[in-house]
């Protein structure tokens, strides 16, 4: 049950003082603002990735914890992030702030709130990068027992979800048939791969009730194979390992969890699009002001809608910022394609990749669509080809939109 929630002005407050004595905030600036009668988070200098890299997490331990301690006393996780933009950060929570945050996210959505009730969890079944599965991350073999905890299968061990055979997806497979999760919580390009593959094969999982999306961007072409496979609601979960699930979806808008963070969105356009900056509630132990998440977000109605990776953004040729959703909007119509990569070149011409759902598909009426309402939407010239591996980042992650610098 959703309880009634603080004002913004006590929920900051009570920011202010899990942060007001970690060595990182001890600067005049932040001092300062620290010292106002009555702040607004406007008031306060931001957080960048660098500087959360730099100095997490020992900078923004309350003073007198120590991390050794802590971790000795077996009162925190210590993980580290994906690096999806930049290097990997080091980051600290309580043992069970993880399924907490994540559930008070979840309850946000009516749907999954009346299937959680009165449950701790339901049983999951997890498909994504092997690099870093939510708290635990798996970088050799391991057996079904080992990829087994608590109410958690963690199937997938590929880092490139295409380059699987048949033999291991069939495995895959089985395991999920035999675990008889309620949901998968898939990267939704892993997620979209192994539907493909069952539908393939005409599988069906009896006990799923619904597909939790998370990790990265969900194209609306992911949306669609998993929906049109398994028939299920498909769901996207937003957040990071920093700061929390902080978004969840609901009737095609995301829903804020206002008890794990205060959301604020920055240099806004008339539009309203803007970026995303996060002040963390419930985790003392890496308590953040004003954290540049790196997202692109937009306000609608009583929520929000995410528009994508900040670096990620393309640019059209009047200069105007193009974001990973608006280009996604130009794939609501396709067919035939499972996934995709555009990349844009420093003249601002693109090159966009199409990998097929059938192997050796050409896709030339996908090409041809899709290079006209592209071309129309970027000002420039776009080319496109049908291939048969678009590899993801260093950090398994697969990026839809690249603007090239060079």
Known sequence: MLTALPSEETRLRLAIAQSANSSFYATPAWQQAFALPSPRLGDFPRIS?????????????????????????GLIEEESTSGTSGAIVRVVFGKTWWAEQERRALLRNPFLAGLLGAQPSLRRAVLTTPG????SCYNRWLSLEQRTLGDSLFVNQARIP???????????TKEVADWAPAFLDVDPVHGMWFALYCERHGLRFPSLRFILTSYEYTSVLHRAVMERVFGVPVINLYGSSETGHLLVEDDGVMRPSPETACLEIAAADAAGLGE????????????????????YVAPHGDGYVVHGRKRDALRDAAGRTLTTRMIDRCFADTTGVAHYQLRQKPDGSAH??????????????????????????????????????IAPEDSGKFRLTVRETA
């Open 49 to 73: 990735k660098s500087q959360l890299r730099e100095h997490s997490p020992e900078g923004f331990l309350p003073a007198g914890w120590e991390l050794k301690d802590l971790l000795a006393r």
């Open 132 to 135: 870093c599965s939510g708290v």
């Open 162 to 172: 295409f380059t699987l055979g048949d033999e291991k997806l069939a495995g895959m």
């Open 276 to 295: 995303l900056l996060v002040t963390t509630l419930s985790n003392p132990y890496l308590p953040l002001i004003r954290y540049e998440i790196g997202d």
């Open 352 to 389: 966009l990749l199409l990998l097929p759902e059938i192997a050796e598909d050409v896709l030339a009426g996908a090409c041809a669509s899709l290079t006209a309402a592209l071309s129309k939407l970027l000002g420039a010239p776009v080319t496109a080809e049908s291939v048969g591996l």
